[in-house]
């Protein structure tokens, strides 16, 4: 509706007034009356189901990580396996890693103050090269961004910067340029199978903090503790989640890494000089054993990420520690490492070490 204008008696002057004055106004127009709502409920969430394993939530309005994690709620058996990440360059586009999605089937995701939104399953298995073996339990599967193939860790905005290089941001379609790129999202909590040519199959773990280090993209899986690949023996590897191009290998016996050095540091970590640099995360997640004369055991476990060329950290386990002027022989849990030359250590030893490194 338009506004009266007064008649006559310095009309314009009377219109200044009024305009500067705020007495003229408009009738309110809708968007004006919901002023304060918040306008990004109005938009609803876009899902998009990159592959069996992974979601790109596409959110009205930016998120932290873990508010993201906590309020997002999906139907019909789908679970969250690690926190949403916002891709790196975008205010409030998130890779979510799910359970594995049933083919053709329809899901919710549903959030607090707005409608559930539905979308449908993309069964597409993530796309890796080969398979290999790296311990006497261990095998990883190998992939490569050169054909298009990039982990998470180089695309979101928790790691830019900190990947020597290796991120970048994605465009809209997760495309760099005009070439497209498939996603591995995280892998915790997932499994593949391997099927000897004789025998029963057996699952190996994913292994925490080994999906893309070293500039490589090979996460590690492992047996049970107390299984081992046969030398010798076919394997073909599967994953309900995966596709791999060349899926079989041949089991070897393969060297435990060689500790030549070892001494604490404080009462709860250990440190270990290997005889070669793995140039892996060859020891996340292998644990050890220390023996005090007595017979009394205390673990130690990785430190993940806190390997230095040959030079590792092992912490003791929680509420664990040494004791003064008590010797401690060390072994390893399993086949992964040889502590045949290395001498008890002692906690008076520690004092050494800002010496010689």
């Not at 506004?3 to 106004?25: A, E, M, Q």
């Amino acid at each position: 509706m338009k506004p009266t204008w007064p008649n006559r008696i310095g009309g314009i002057t009377v219109c200044l007034v009024l305009l500067f004055s705020g007495t003229i106004n408009a009738t309110p127009t809708a968007s004006a009356s919901q002023e304060g709502s918040p306008r990004e409920m109005e938009v609803k969430p876009v899902v998009v189901p990159l592959n069996a394993i992974a979601l790109q939530v596409k959110w009205p309005q930016s998120l932290d990580d873990d508010e993201a994690a906590k309020s997002w709620r999906f139907d019909g058996g789908l679970e969250v396996r690690q926190p949403p990440l916002r891709m790196t360059g975008s205010a409030s586009t998130y890779l979510v890693p799910t359970t594995v999605q049933e083919a053709g089937k329809t899901y919710r995701l549903s959030y607090p103050g707005g409608e559930p939104v539905s979308f449908t399953s993309n069964a597409e298995p993530v796309a890796f090269w080969s398979v290999k073996q790296t311990a006497y339990d261990t095998v990883e599967l190998i992939s490569d961004l050169e054909e298009g193939v990039t982990d998470y860790h180089n695309v979101v905005q928790k790691y830019a910067g900190k990947r020597n290089g290796l991120d970048f941001t994605l465009a809209e379609n997760n495309k760099r340029g005009e070439r497209p790129f498939a996603i591995i999202p995280s892998l915790r909590g997932l499994s593949i199978t391997l099927t000897p040519a004789k025998g029963e199959s057996v699952k190996a773990y994913y292994v925490p903090f080994t999906q893309a280090t070293d500039g490589r993209q090979a996460p590690k899986f492992r047996l049970p503790e107390g299984q081992e690949l046969t030398p010798g023996m076919k394997y073909r590897v599967f994953a309900d989640w995966a596709t791999i191009r060349k899926a079989e290998l041949r089991g070897k016996s393969i060297k435990p890494l060689a500790v030549v050095a070892a001494r604490p540091i404080d009462e709860r970590t250990l440190v270990l000089h290997l005889k070669l640099d793995p140039k892996d995360e060859a020891t996340a997640s292998r644990e050890l054993r220390l023996t005090d004369p007595a017979g009394a055991m205390i673990k130690a476990r990785y430190r993940p990420h806190s390997r230095y060329g040959p030079i590792v950290l092992f912490d003791l386990a929680p509420g664990a520690r040494m004791e003064p002027n008590i010797s401690y022989k060390l072994t390893q849990l399993g086949k992964w490492a040889s502590f045949h030359s290395i001498a008890p250590v002692r906690l008076s030893d520690a004092a050494e070490m800002g010496e010689d490194g």
